[in-house]
């Protein structure tokens, strides 16, 4: 085994949808740092031309599009403007995703949909019209941004939508993995905790919140999304070549309690 190199993926497209910020983001730094030609989905066009130039400038061979992944008939034109660029993509990382805080009372149907559209569906959309060309080809990886909030209920806050859209991912990774095992194309899912984005880092000036957060967890500080990415990285190699079906926690020991 040459382990040296099971991280190099040089040759190997990735397709990274809310790419342009956050995880999706720093998960494009990772894997475009170890030689993937990236393929950034997202659905704000002025975030991803920043991002090209900066991720361009480093070196990395960059193309964007933008896409609402809540819109099956959408993903389905980008993955196949992607295939036709590349052929199937070798990695999918679906890191699109929102969140909001509500009661069940007081959740409008609207809000409750456009959480479940962006993070259940869109992820779905976006495994099925990649996916179908990954089984095809007989390889790839597929990693999708679950959340601790798939397995725990958090509080203070209340967030069913998230919960159940994130339970939904879950549950969407353990079906596809075990449909396509034998294609060649495996599919897992992270369950990260309160990670330093710009949006969880807003939380700041709700300390009744926030403080609790770092209080429950063990390693008593947000995770760094660099974190996150070394992760998906790891899911996206040759390095987890017998791992499918997982929903692994990078949570700061949060959900041990």
Known sequence: MDYKNLFDLSGQTAAITGGASGIGLEAARALGSCGARLEILDF?????????????????DVTTTVLDVTKPEAVAK??????????AVDILVNSAGIARLHTATEV???????VMDVNSNGTFWSCREFGRAMVAAGRGSIVNMG??????INCPQF????????GAVHQITRALAVEWA??????????????????????????????????????????DPAEVASVILFLASPASS??????????????CL
Do not use: H, Q
């Not at 980008?78 to 052929?87: H, L, S, Y």
């Open 44 to 60: 704000n066009p002025e975030a991803l031309d920043r991002v090209k130039s900066a991720l361009t400038a480093d070196g990395m």
């Open 78 to 87: 980008a993955a196949a403007e992607v295939n036709a660029r590349c052929g």
């Open 108 to 114: 409008s149907d609207a809000e409750w949909l456009r």
């Open 147 to 152: 959340s601790m909030s798939g397995t725990i």
């Open 159 to 166: 967030a069913s939508s998230y919960m159940a859209s994130k």
């Open 182 to 223: 034998k294609t060649g194309v495996r599919v897992n899912a992270l369950a990260p905790g309160y990670i330093g984005t710009e949006m969880t880092l807003e939380m700041r000036a709700r300390p009744e919140l926030f403080n609790v957060w770092l209080d429950r967890t063990p390693m008593g500080r947000c995770g």
């Open 242 to 255: 017998y791992v499918t079906g997982a929903i692994l926690a990078v949570d700061g020991g949060y959900t």
